[in-house]
């Protein structure tokens, strides 16, 4: 089955202990990326990859970091968290480009205290 | 910069009700756009699209058309089912300059509807 994977789906935490929020898809895509979903703010990008070794900035980028040395992984790494990262984070993969069908993950609920 | 503009939510219907959902855009050129839906629990999904002025995408039920006259592209369904509650997200994907990637959100909108 064509899938998005992300773990964990819940995750409470404490401010500055290093987290890894894992993605992974099987639909060989290129193009993934990360955003995080606020009330009243609709979904925001935090990072974006075209392909394996290459990843930019999306709208919303400090606190976070990304890398893409495999083709099917993304992961989203929050350094040292704080509680303004406490939201629900959402890994997406296309084909190729942004302007194609996104496939979502189900989404992981990161609480920060 | 790009950006996109929904109409503010919740939005509460009767089963069978006709639904607008209101959706506006602020970019340079040509951009595309798009309609997800994230049912509860889930991630988002691609409802419908329209990558060119006039263009009509449609699904399930579902019609917006690209205005780029009035920059909006509206959410419309004739008549919705208690199985439409949902959120929806109106998105913008512009490939000039520095938004290369990048896909833009709206805020999203609730819909809820009753039997």
């Known amino acids: 089955e064509a899938q998005v994977t992300q773990n964990p789906r819940y995750l409470i935490t404490v401010t500055g202990k290093k987290l890894t929020v894992t993605c992974s898809q099987n639909m060989n895509h290129e193009y993934m990326s990360w955003y995080r979903q606020d009330p009243g703010l609709g979904l925001r990008q935090i990072y974006y990859s075209m392909n394996v070794e290459v990843t930019d900035k999306g709208d919303v980028p400090e606190g976070y970091k990304v890398s893409r040395k495999e083709k099917r992984n993304f992961p989203l790494i929050l350094e040292s968290p704080s509680p303004n990262q406490t939201s629900l984070y959402f890994c997406?993969?296309?084909?190729?480009?942004?302007?194609?069908?996104?496939?979502f993950g189900d989404g992981t609920r990161l609480s920060i205290l | 910069g790009n950006s996109v503009t929904q109409m503010e939510g919740p939005v509460t219907l009767s089963e069978e009700a006709f639904l607008t959902i209101n959706c506006t855009y602020t970019?340079?050129?040509?951009?595309?756009l798009f309609w997800y839906v994230q049912y509860p629990g889930e991630g988002l999904q691609l409802l419908l699209k329209a990558t060119k002025a006039d263009d009509k995408g449609s699904n399930k039920g579902f019609e917006a058309t690209y205005r780029k006259e009035t920059t909006s592209f509206h959410l419309e369904k004739g008549s919705v089912q208690v199985s439409d509650s949902a959120v929806y997200f109106c998105a913008l994907y512009n490939a000039g300059g520095t938004s290369y990637g990048k896909l833009t959100f709206g805020q999203g909108t609730i819909l809820t509807v009753h039997p």
């Open positions: 970019a340079t050129g040509y951009p595309s």
């Open positions: 997406a993969s296309s084909l190729r480009r942004a302007n194609q069908p996104q496939h």
